[in-house]
C-alpha cells in the first residue's frame, strides 16, 4: 500500500507519453550495460525463479496497469482474429518461461497480446538436476535441459482457477518422464480434460529434446493417436496446436502437416529447441536444447516451408530466435500469423516487446498494408512493389 503510494505516481510521471519513448531507450541502453554483470552474478535457473516471483509480485500491485504504458504499444493495425479470438498484438511469451502460471496475470502489463503457460505434465516433476539451463552471450543463445520441471496438471488447475488474463492463454501440454511412451495419450488426455475450461487454445508437446523419446511422439502413428484422443475430447472445438522441432526433415514435417488437415488441427508452432550446434563461437559442450539467434535461420525455413506447403491454410505460430522487429517481420513474411519470445527477452529486457510492435507499425507503413493480416506469408505473394 505505502510503496504503491509511491510507486504509481512515479510510473506515471516516467510514463508520460511525452518522455517515455525517451526514457524507454535510455532504460534498455542500461539494460544492455548492466545485463553481463547481472548474467555474471547470478546463475540462470534461480534469476529466472526470482524473475518470475517478481512479475508475480508485480502483478498483485494496484498500480501494475501503470506499467501498460511503458512496456505495452496499441496499433489497431496489429491486432488480428484467429480461431475465434481476438489476439491485440502478435508478440507472445513462449512456453517454458512460466511452466507453472506463477507470473500469469503480468505478462499482459509486459506488453504481450498472448502468453502460454507450462509445458505441464500429468504427474508434477522436479526435472533434471542443476545445472539445466546455461547461457552462450557470445552466441546470443542458451542451452537448456530442464526435462519439464513443473508442479503438474492438478496444480495448475489451482493456480489457474478464478485467475483469467485479459489477452488469450494457452496451455503447452508434455509427457510426464515415468509415463511410458506407449501410454503418452493418457497423460495428454489427463491434462487436457483437466485444463479443458482454463486455457484459449492448448499445444501438444512433442518437440522438447530433454524427456527422453519424446520426440519419437512425432512419428506418425504415436501422434495421430495423441490427436485423435484430444480431439475427441474437445466438445468446444477449442484450437489445439502441435509443436514441432526444427531437428525434423522437410519429409517428417510434411507428415506431421498431413495428420493436422487430418485431425483438423488448429495450427502449428514451430519450433522448439534445436539439438544441433552449427555455426556456434561458444565452446560450451552441454546436452539440452539449443535456443535464441543460432536458431533463428531454421525455424523461419521451418515456418517457410509448412506455409507453402499448406498454400497458408494452417496457422502458424513463429517461435526461435526472435530479438527485434525486423527478426517478427521476417517471421510473419514467412507465414506465421503470430510469433512467440523467450531467449530474446533475456537478452533484451522487458522493452523487447514494444520495440519489436513500433517496428511492425513502421513496417505496415512503408508496406501500404492496412493490417498485420496481410503481411502472413507476404515472401511468397507476388505482389507489386508497395514501397514506392
Ligand atoms: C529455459 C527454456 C525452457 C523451455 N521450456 C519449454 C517448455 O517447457 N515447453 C516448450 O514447449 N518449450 C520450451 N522451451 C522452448 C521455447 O518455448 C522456444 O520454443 C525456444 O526457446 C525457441 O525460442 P527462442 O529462441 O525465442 O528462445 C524452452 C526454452 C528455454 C530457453
Same mark, same amino acid.
Given at each position: 500500500?505505502?510503496? #504503491?503510494?509511491?510507486?504509481?505516481? +512515479?510510473?506515471? *510521471?516516467?510514463?508520460?507519453?511525452?518522455?517515455?519513448?525517451? !526514457?524507454?531507450? @535510455? =532504460?534498455?541502453?542500461?539494460?544492455?550495460?548492466?545485463?553481463?554483470?547481472?548474467?555474471?552474478?547470478?546463475?540462470?535457473?534461480?534469476?529466472?525463479?526470482?524473475?518470475?516471483?517478481?512479475?508475480?509480485?508485480?502483478?498483485?500491485?494496484?498500480?501494475?496497469?501503470?506499467?501498460?504504458?511503458?512496456?505495452?504499444?496499441?496499433?489497431?493495425?496489429?491486432?488480428?482474429?484467429?480461431?475465434?479470438?481476438?489476439?491485440?498484438?502478435?508478440?507472445?511469451?513462449?512456453?517454458?518461461?512460466?511452466?507453472?502460471?506463477?507470473?500469469?496475470?503480468?505478462?499482459?502489463?509486459?506488453?504481450? #497480446?498472448?502468453?502460454?503457460?507450462? +509445458?505441464?505434465? *500429468?504427474?508434477?516433476?522436479?526435472?533434471?538436476?542443476?545445472? !539445466?539451463?546455461? @547461457? =552462450?552471450?557470445?552466441?546470443?543463445?542458451?542451452?537448456?535441459?530442464?526435462?519439464?520441471?513443473?508442479?503438474?496438471?492438478?496444480?495448475?488447475?489451482?493456480?489457474?482457477?478464478?485467475?483469467?488474463?485479459?489477452?488469450?492463454?494457452?496451455?503447452?501440454?508434455?509427457?510426464?518422464?515415468?509415463?511410458?511412451?506407449?501410454?503418452?495419450?493418457?497423460?495428454?488426455?489427463?491434462?487436457?480434460?483437466?485444463?479443458?475450461?482454463?486455457?484459449?487454445?492448448?499445444?501438444?508437446?512433442?518437440?522438447?529434446?530433454?524427456?527422453?523419446?519424446?520426440?519419437?511422439?512425432?512419428?506418425?502413428?504415436?501422434?495421430?493417436?495423441?490427436?485423435?484422443?484430444?480431439?475427441?475430447?474437445?466438445?468446444?472445438?477449442?484450437?489445439?496446436?502441435?509443436?514441432?522441432?526444427?531437428?525434423?526433415?522437410?519429409?517428417?514435417?510434411?507428415?506431421?502437416?498431413?495428420?493436422?488437415?487430418?485431425?483438423?488441427?488448429?495450427?502449428?508452432?514451430?519450433?522448439?529447441?534445436?539439438?544441433?550446434?552449427?555455426?556456434?563461437?561458444?565452446?560450451?559442450?552441454?546436452?539440452?536444447?539449443?535456443?535464441?539467434?543460432?536458431?533463428?535461420?531454421?525455424?523461419?525455413?521451418?515456418?517457410?516451408?509448412?506455409?507453402?506447403?499448406?498454400?497458408?491454410?494452417?496457422?502458424?505460430?513463429?517461435?526461435?530466435?526472435?530479438?527485434?522487429?525486423?527478426?517478427?517481420?521476417?517471421?510473419?513474411?514467412?507465414?506465421?500469423?503470430?510469433?512467440?519470445?523467450?531467449?530474446?527477452?533475456?537478452?533484451?529486457?522487458?522493452?523487447?516487446?514494444?520495440?519489436?510492435?513500433?517496428?511492425?507499425?513502421?513496417?505496415?507503413?512503408?508496406?501500404?498494408?492496412?493490417?498485420?493480416?496481410?503481411?502472413?506469408?507476404?515472401?511468397?505473394?507476388?505482389?507489386?512493389?508497395?514501397?514506392?
Amino acid at each position: 500500500m505505502c510503496i #504503491g503510494w509511491f510507486v504509481r505516481p +512515479t510510473l506515471e *510521471r516516467l510514463t508520460n507519453r511525452y518522455t517515455f519513448i525517451r !526514457r524507454a531507450r @535510455r =532504460l534498455m541502453n542500461v539494460y544492455r550495460l548492466v545485463r553481463p554483470a547481472l548474467f555474471g552474478a547470478t546463475d540462470p535457473d534461480s534469476a529466472h525463479g526470482q524473475t518470475l516471483s517478481a512479475l508475480a509480485w508485480i502483478a498483485g500491485q494496484p498500480w501494475a496497469g501503470a506499467l501498460d504504458r511503458l512496456f505495452g504499444y496499441t496499433d489497431p493495425r496489429l491486432e488480428s482474429k484467429l480461431w475465434g479470438m481476438t489476439w491485440p498484438n502478435p508478440v507472445g511469451v513462449a512456453a517454458g518461461f512460466d511452466k507453472n502460471a506463477e507470473a500469469v496475470m503480468a505478462w499482459e502489463h509486459l506488453g504481450f #497480446g498472448f502468453a502460454e503457460v507450462g +509445458t505441464v505434465t *500429468r504427474h508434477a516433476q522436479p526435472g533434471n538436476p542443476l545445472p !539445466r539451463l546455461f @547461457r =552462450l552471450a557470445e552466441d546470443e543463445a542458451a542451452i537448456n535441459r530442464m526435462g519439464f520441471n513443473n508442479n503438474g496438471a492438478d496444480a495448475l488447475v489451482q493456480r489457474l482457477t478464478g485467475c483469467k488474463p485479459r489477452i488469450p492463454l494457452g496451455i503447452n501440454l508434455g509427457k510426464s518422464k515415468i509415463t511410458p511412451l506407449e501410454s503418452a495419450s493418457d497423460d495428454y488426455l489427463y491434462s487436457f480434460e483437466r485444463l479443458y475450461g482454463l486455457g484459449d487454445y492448448f499445444v501438444v508437446n512433442v518437440s522438447s529434446p530433454n524427456t527422453p523419446g519424446l520426440r519419437e511422439l512425432q512419428a506418425a502413428d504415436r501422434l495421430g493417436e495423441i490427436f485423435a484422443r484430444l480431439q475427441a475430447a474437445n466438445p468446444q472445438n477449442k484450437p489445439l496446436l502441435v509443436k514441432i522441432a526444427p531437428d525434423l526433415s522437410l519429409e517428417a514435417i510434411d507428415a506431421v502437416v498431413d495428420l493436422c488437415t487430418e485431425h483438423q488441427l488448429a495450427g502449428v508452432i514451430a519450433t522448439n529447441t534445436t539439438i544441433g550446434r552449427g555455426g556456434l563461437k561458444s565452446k560450451l559442450q552441454e546436452a539440452g536444447g539449443l535456443s535464441g539467434k543460432p536458431l533463428q535461420a531454421r525455424s523461419t525455413e521451418v515456418i517457410a516451408h509448412i506455409y507453402q506447403r499448406t498454400g497458408g491454410q494452417l496457422p502458424i505460430i513463429g517461435v526461435g530466435g526472435i530479438f527485434t522487429g525486423e527478426d517478427a517481420w521476417e517471421k510473419i513474411t514467412s507465414g506465421a500469423s503470430l510469433i512467440q519470445v523467450y531467449t530474446g527477452w533475456i537478452y533484451e529486457g522487458p522493452w523487447m516487446v514494444r520495440q519489436i510492435l513500433r517496428t511492425l507499425s513502421a513496417k505496415l507503413d512503408t508496406f501500404k498494408l492496412a493490417s498485420l493480416n496481410e503481411a502472413v506469408g507476404l515472401r511468397f505473394r507476388s505482389e507489386p512493389d508497395r514501397t514506392n
